[in-house]
């Protein structure tokens, strides 16, 4: 039977193990597979790197608990995905409509940078999870590897589509895919992503689906 997620999963050894070490020092912290959140039948799904440290390692909820989130679950309510700007925890009264956020890497990677191997591991989580979303939805890459992934996932050639903040991709009888720069620290901090930026590709999500 296949399955979009696997709270149970231990399947790469790296992450297993820097889970249990990650969980010795934090001992409240989640540290596991972090579910995908928001609604089952969402159009609009957002696909991220992996769980942050201190963020959905933490509270077991997608960019839930650091910076990372800030931007993004702001651009939800905004765009009428979400019914509050901000997300603190795996349950607060945050509700998404029409929205769902998933990673492309569900367990917390060792400096926040997954390995060829994991990606391609988790990857059939990706892909089962992508099967049951409805056509003419839009899928939002949040960077380069998610990119890549949503790829993979859907058995496509990579060359066929190059990674780039607000390009748009037509998936062969499924999906449009939207892409952007990750709404990272880093990203924000150097203004690689900007808010203007990012609120533009929430803009173009929702003139997509209309």
């Known amino acids: 039977m ?19 070490s990650v969980h010795r020092q934090y001992p409240d912290y989640h540290c596991r597979p972090v579910p995908p959140f928001g609604d ?21 909820r997608p960019f839930t608990g650091d910076h990372a989130g800030i931007l993004l679950y702001q651009m939800l309510h905004k765009y009428g995905f979400a019914n509050r700007d901000h997300s603190e925890a795996a349950d607060d009264e945050l509700i998404l409509t029409g929205g769902r956020i998933t990673n492309a890497v569900k367990c917390l990677p060792p400096d926040n940078k997954p390995i060829g191997a994991e990606i ?44 780039g903040h ?10 449009l895919l939207l892409d952007s720069y990750h709404c990272s620290r880093y990203n924000t901090n150097t203004r690689r992503l900007t808010t203007e930026m990012f609120d533009k590709v929430f803009a173009r999500a929702r003139e997509l689906l209309a």
């Not at 607000?166 to 999906?175: N, S, T």
């Open 2 to 20: 296949k399955h979009a997620f696997d709270l149970d999963c231990r399947q790469c050894p790296r992450l297993s193990d820097f889970l249990d």
């Open 40 to 60: 089952p039948d969402a159009r609009l799904v957002i696909v991220g790197l992996a769980p942050g440290m201190h963020g959905a390692n933490r509270t077991g």
């Open 120 to 163: 391609n591991t988790c990857n059939q989580f990706l892909s089962n999870e992508l099967e049951k979303v409805r056509p003419e939805s839009v899928i939002l890459a949040l960077g380069g590897i998610a990119h890549r992934a949503i790829i993979k996932s859907l058995g496509l050639r990579q060359a066929e589509f190059k990674f």
């Open 166 to 175: 607000a390009a748009e991709h037509r998936l062969p009888g499924r999906f």
